[in-house]
């Protein structure tokens, strides 16, 4: 039994062994070694799935690369060509924005619009602050997903920041609609698939739609031990088709359509200019300016990029300014798009690694947070992608809270305040949760004053949130300051009766534990 069991660990090690032989491998440069390692053993370049899609890149106009890997469905009996037609997902954001140029030149409608004219349903005060160019380069503070026009809450001053929105979008897709008395699927037609001669776009819906395009897969994980010894690590099995419709397109008519936009053979050089400036955030028309993901790793290759995302497809069209095209059509929705955009760029441009990078201090434990620069680092790590990019990029709440927790745990306390300082001057943030918890963090380590500065920030910032002030209450009380605290109890008192909110009893104990009977 002592032998199979010694046998059994030394099969376990060769094995660990070999994986790790696999991934110090060497790296492959030339496109196609690129892509067949992605599909035939995708741990070896760091991927957990392999790629299943299509795959274009160009330089200079000359096609350098292209190659389709995978199955059209779950059963495998089908392998994918260079024809197959997927979902596009968000990468549809370009073309919406094609058709809303192309009804802005017409005289149809005009950017400067607002939603007051378009959408009547709409309350007024609301509809009257957004326009059309708001909605292209999702600075129309509106929420990410579909809302009840009643029930928005604008998150930000329209025109002012960079919020992403699916909802914009599918407001746009209403207005073209209703001023040109036409279906988005047959503008598409007529305005994009006609006149550019296309023969595998469109918008489709239920068995039409699921006559056209490859069947959209998931990719699910074997299970220990076969996982160690599987270089696919999994099998694909089917999803299913979104219910309202979505568009689709090939590799060909993916490279046509930009390539019309490109030559200015569908708009005039102004209304390309319009579509491919970038405004808040890098947000273009359609399209996004130098994504942080991008340039960080790759500084010195700016882009105009998109992303798309839907029911098991995935799709990535990348614009470099210095002539790389790259195009990724899969129906496989879980592609690591930074990691396979940056190395597709080096294999196209025949390198082992990009000229230059920009590297961000690890946040995975405290020692690696202080050996990498800690928080002065952290904030050149932004600068420098913010200078390289052409805009301000802002960490989001997570990496902020992570950051200041690392710099407290080395008691660097300093630090994490300059950090915290950003937070509602520089950098935005969506809900009070993260200030909150970092408060919590200094009150924990008895930095009073800290505490009741972030604390009362946050009540600055989200005025109506009462643990916001029952936070403040808290920290006061703990510092000594009980009539401050006081003050602080009866406004988180007032807001939870205001709100309904369920901690309504917990925050009067908290009033009358400091010896007052309200």
């Known amino acids: 039994m002592r032998r199979l069991v010694w046998i059994g660990i030394a099969l376990f090690l060769v094995t660990i062994a070999v994986l790790v032989a696999v991934r110090r491998g060497d790296r492959p440069f030339t496109p196609e070694h690129l892509y067949t390692i992605y599909y035939e053993n995708p741990r070896q370049m760091g991927l957990d799935e392999p790629f299943n899609g299509v795959v274009r890149m160009i330089r200079d106009g000359e ?38 140029m192309l009804q802005v030149e017409s005289g149809e409608i005009s950017l400067d619009d607002t939603l007051e004219r378009h959408l009547e349903e709409w309350p007024v005060e609301l509809a009257s602050q957004i326009k059309l160019r708001h909605l292209l380069a999702h600075s129309s503070g509106l929420p990410r997903t579909r809302t009840d026009p009643e ?23 209403q207005i073209l609609e209703r001023s040109s008395g036409q279906s988005y699927a047959q503008l598409v037609q007529d305005r994009l698939v006609t006149p550019l001669k296309l023969s595998a776009t469109g918008f489709a819906a ?69 579509i491919f400036t970038a405004g808040a955030g890098g947000a273009c028309f359609g399209w996004h300016r130098n994504r942080d993901w991008a340039v960080r790793s790759n500084p010195g290759a700016p882009l105009v990029t998109h992303v798309g ?17 790259i195009y990724l059509l899969s129906n496989a ?24 990078s920009i590297g961000q201090p690890s946040l995975s434990n405290a020692r690696k947070f202080a050996r990498d620069g800690g928080v002065a680092a952290y904030l050149d790590y932004y600068d420098g992608v913010s200078e390289t990019a052409g805009y301000a990029i802002h960490p989001e709440a997570w990496s902020i809270e992570q950051a200041a927790r690392l710099a407290i745990r080395s008691e660097e306390y300093d630090g994490a305040m300059s950090l915290m ?58 510092r000594g300051d009980l009539e401050p605290a006081r003050d602080a109890y ?29």
């Open 490 to 518: 009866r406004q988180a008192i007032a807001l939870a009766k205001k709100n309904g909110d369920r901690q309504l009893d917990f925050y009067e104990r908290r009033l009358a534990g400091v010896g007052v009977d309200d």
């Open 421 to 478: 300082r950003k937070v509602g001057d520089e950098w935005s943030v969506d809900s009070p949760s993260m200030l909150n918890t970092v408060g919590y963090l200094f009150l924990q380590n008895k930095r009073y004053d800290d505490a009741i500065e972030l604390f009362s920030r946050n009540c600055e910032l989200f005025p109506e949130d009462a643990n916001a002030y029952d936070s403040l209450g808290d920290a006061y009380e703990n």
């Open 309 to 325: 995302l839907l029911n098991g497809h995935s799709s990535l069209i990348a614009l470099y300014d210095d002539g790389t095209e």
């Open 333 to 356: 929705e879980s592609l690591d798009v930074e990691k396979v955009l940056h190395e597709s760029w080096l294999a196209a441009h025949g390198l082992e690694k990009a000229p230059s």
């Open 151 to 173: 029930k928005v809450e604008l998150a930000s001053v329209p025109g002012e920041e960079y919020r992403f929105s699916n909802f914009g979008y599918e407001l746009l897709i």
């Open 206 to 274: 239920g068995d039409a739609l699921a006559q056209q395009v490859a069947s959209g897969l998931e990719f699910e994980m074997h299970d220990f031990p076969a996982v160690l010894f599987m270089p696919t690590v999994g099998r694909h099995r089917e999803l299913s088709l979104p219910t309202e419709g979505a568009v689709y397109s090939s590799l060909d008519d993916v490279q046509r359509i930009v390539a019309a936009l490109r030559t200015n053979e569908l708009l005039s050089n102004r209304s390309r200019e319009l």
């Open 63 to 100: 096609v350098i690369y292209e190659g389709a890997h995978g199955y059209a469905d779950e059963s495998g009996k089908r392998a994918l060509t260079l024809e197959d037609r997927f979902l596009v997902g968000s990468s549809a954001k370009p073309i919406t924005a094609i058709l809303v």
